[in-house]
């Protein structure tokens, strides 16, 4: 092809599967690009976790690409003016890049990124990289094009690239500039925070790289996924029992498709029932985290307001200013001292690993939303700064459907008490993280937990009956019901591991 590309990577950190990458191999001149965007780094869902993670994944796909014969920049700014001032060392005519269902901030990005296209005369071009259907004008039929493009032939890795724009002609070795540290970019961050304990490498967050992304996927198919099912509610279990493929698929390091295909192709070949029969169960869940993801495609305003807007203004932060007493205890469920053990042990573990499975993300959403009677938004707005795995289209669907306030789903409402009985009997887990508990350093609960949910139910079920908000629901149920798009139901048995259960990017 005679053109110039930029191959803009984003949330695809990777080389393999990578649609983007694939054309670029065929035009006259091609460079790679990453921009650390100030207007991710100042949002508030941004933690240092989240850029430490990124600068070691782009530290090994540089190298990976550099073999290839293409040099990655790593540049820091606003999208147009990196390509503005890129675009006089390089005239690129072509952008190439994946589509994004991202928060607010990537959202307007994006459209300043067209208008700049347009006004330079580039063609940009984009691939899907998920199941999400851009611009979908009905849920119909959604499973069935999910699993058409999950099927589809995965995209082969380039064998390489010709010889890089002559202002670039370099050894290997000087395509490979210093990535700026989280000091260079003005971030602190202690990893170990206060009130944890464990082992340091309780502390550590995975590898980010393609290469540890697969060695992980591999290991969960052929030996891990062994009990799956069971593993995924457990606190203790789930660190080894699931397949901890979350932070790799929010960050592109492994893409779906590659993840499915894998997947299928180990329930075909394993000699073992149990194995398999846990696989089915993982396999299921990856069509659930692109429908989530599709309702945030959808509508994007539900990052800041509620699906049911006849529940608008009914707790705390919801239009209304947070008071003291809300702040405080908003302020308790964020440091892990609420007061009720499971909750607390939950919270410490996911400040100071960066992960927690699903049932327990799911009991922590609960607790804030009816226990404490806050407003999802600043509870979600902690949590994806904690969720090393944060996916934004998964999270805040799952931030509301957690609160009751989608207006479709059954309100679940956990007990920490029963989910310490029923998570952890032997009270390992809490003894780990609350090692505090029975002694005076640890604080009484904040609430009384039989009065809180009661007043909760009471408002929640009785705004639920009025005709305003059954009108609603109907209208909810079809833009975005899961049925509608072709998605199997739970069914009554898996009814305590549905979707509705499923908490970000820990349904895996």
């Given at each position: ?78 999208a ?64 069935r ?65 393609e ?91 539900i ?6 807007r ?14 003291d ?23 410490r ?23 404490l ?98 009108g609603?629901?109907?209208?909810i ?7 509608r ?10 009814r ?13």
């Amino acid at each position: 092809m005679s053109a110039s590309a930029l191959v803009w990577f984003k949330r695809d950190l990777r080389i393999a599967d990578h649609a983007p990458l694939a054309e670029a191999a065929h035009c006259e001149a091609a460079l790679a690009l990453y921009i650390i965007e100030p207007a991710w780094l100042e949002s508030p869902e941004c933690h240092p976790r989240h850029v430490a993670w990124l600068l070691e994944c782009l530290e090994t796909l540089r190298i990976a690409l550099a073999k290839k014969n293409l040099p990655l920049l790593v540049r820091v700014g606003e999208a147009p003016e990196v390509m503005t001032g890129l675009r006089r060392e390089f005239a690129f005519t072509h952008l190439f890049s994946h589509e994004e269902t991202g928060p607010g901030w990537s959202y307007a990005r994006d459209k300043a990124v067209a208008r700049w296209c347009r006004a330079h005369g580039v063609a940009w071009t984009e691939w899907p990289q998920t199941g999400v259907v851009r611009r979908l004008k009905d849920r119909r039929g959604w499973a069935r094009l999910w699993q058409q493009r999950m099927d589809a032939p995965s995209i082969p890795v380039p064998a390489g690239f010709r010889e890089p724009p002559h202002s670039r002609r370099a050894s290997l070795s000087d395509m490979l500039p210093t990535l700026p540290t989280l000091h260079d970019l003005g971030l602190a961050w202690d990893a170990a925070p206060l009130n944890t304990v464990g082992a340091p490498e309780t502390r550590r967050a995975p590898p980010a790289s393609e290469e540890a992304a697969h060695q992980v996927l591999q290991s969960f198919l052929r030996e891990r996924g062994l009990g799956y099912r069971r593993h995924l509610s457990s606190p203790l279990d789930a660190e080894e029992g699931c397949s901890r493929l979350s932070a790799h698929l929010a960050f592109g390091t492994l893409s779906m498709r590659t993840v499915h295909q894998a997947t299928e192709a180990a329930i075909q070949t394993t000699p073992s029932r149990e194995l398999a029969y846990d696989l089915r169960g993982f396999a299921g869940r990856l069509r659930w985290h692109c429908h989530f993801m599709q309702k945030l495609e959808d509508e994007p305003s539900i990052e800041w307001r509620n699906f049911a807007r006849t529940v608008d203004g009914l707790r705390p932060g919801d239009g209304t200013e947070l008071q003291d007493a809300d702040r405080e205890r908003l302020a308790a469920w964020c440091e892990g001292r609420t007061g009720f053990p499971m909750v607390d042990a939950c919270m410490r573990q996911l400040r100071a690993t960066g992960w927690l499975n699903f049932r327990m993300r799911a009991m922590l959403v609960s607790f804030a939303a009816y226990h404490l009677w806050l407003h999802w938004r600043e509870p979600g707005l902690f949590l994806a700064r904690q969720f090393l795995d944060f996916e934004p289209g998964i999270h805040w669907s799952q931030m509301q459907m957690q609160s009751g306030t989608t207006g479709i789903n059954t309100l679940r409402i956990y007990s920490p008490t029963k989910q310490a009985l029923d998570q952890d009997p032997q009270g390992l887990y809490i003894r780990r993280w609350v090692p505090e508990l029975g002694t005076s350093a640890y604080p009484a609960p904040i609430v009384d937990e039989r009065s809180a949910l009661a007043e909760a139910k009471r408002k929640l079920y009785a705004l639920r009956a009025t005709p305003e908000a059954k009108g609603e629901a109907g209208a909810i149920q079809q833009k975005h019901g899961s049925r509608r798009s072709g998605l199997p139901p739970s069914g009554v048995r898996a009814r305590k591991t549905s979707s509705a259960d499923l908490g970000q990017g820990s349904l895996f």
